[in-house]
């Protein structure tokens, strides 16, 4: 079966512009999620979608990070404005379930200048 | 609350040595816990998984983790070391309820010398 896939995978944009980051989860995966992990930190939550619906959006560090699952398949994260703390890998992973762990993808590194 | 904790960021063993990677939990209530394993310019790769079945739990690669309730413990070990276990590490608890989002540790780079 095809993996998680995540594009791009490098981006780099000034402060100020807008950036989308795409997921395409596993098919058939309900669950999924987006972490990040800002350099020489822990992975952290950002969200969790079941098919369409946000579960959990605790993690979202502010108004300018934004999240959708368009008819419970691929996901997107904008973020706009970017600020230079918003650099960091961005990694999706899906799921069937708690039972089973995540399937991660290969992240996209972002980097805001 | 839940967290993670990976004493020492890098980790050097000889090859053929045992691998031994530390990691502690907290959790107010019974955990799942994981280990990923991250190579250059890959995703996170599940190594094992603890979801209150067998306390060892035997995963890929031949690594291997035992749940220690008594310790708060769920360390991973390979009774010996290839180059190609040189990666980085990340241990992950989450409770079997709610969102189900992980709490990772801070990660553990291992390097394996020839």
């Known amino acids: 079966e095809a993996g998680v896939t995540q594009f791009p995978s490098h981006s780099v944009i000034e402060k100020g512009q807008t950036v989308t980051l795409r997921c395409d989860p596993i098919s058939g995966h309900d669950n999924l999620y987006w972490y990040r992990r800002v350099m020489g930190k822990e992975i952290k939550f950002l969200l969790h979608f079941v098919k369409e619906s946000k579960q959990d ?21 904008k973020v706009q404005p970017a600020e230079l703390e918003d650099s960091g890998v961005y990694f ?5 379930g708690p039972n089973y762990g995540y399937t991660f993808g290969s992240g996209t590194r972002l980097t805001v200048v | 609350a839940q967290s993670v904790t990976q004493l020492g ?8 040595a045992l691998v031994l ?5 907290s959790s107010s209530v019974p ?11 890959q995703g996170l790769q599940l190594l094992l998984k603890y979801t209150s079945a067998a306390t060892l739990v035997k995963g890929i690669n031949g690594f291997e983790a035992e749940f220690k309730k008594s310790e708060t413990s769920f360390h991973l ?13 990340f241990c992950a608890v989450t409770t079997p309820s709610g969102t189900y989002k992980y709490i990772f540790g801070t990660g553990t780079r291992l390097k394996v010398l020839a």
């Open chain 1, 57 to 77: 959006e605790s993690g979202m560090p502010n108004n300018r990070f934004l999240a959708e699952r368009t008819g419970g398949t691929y996901s997107t994260l």
């Open chain 1, 92 to 96: 999706c992973a899906s799921s069937p």
């Open chain 2, 9 to 16: 960021s890098h980790v050097s063993v000889s090859e053929g």
């Open chain 2, 21 to 25: 990677l530390r990691c502690n939990y």
């Open chain 2, 31 to 41: 955990p799942y816990l994981f280990w990923y394993v991250q190579y250059p310019n």
């Open chain 2, 77 to 89: 070990t390979k009774p010996s070391a290839h180059m190609s276990d040189a990666a980085e590490y």
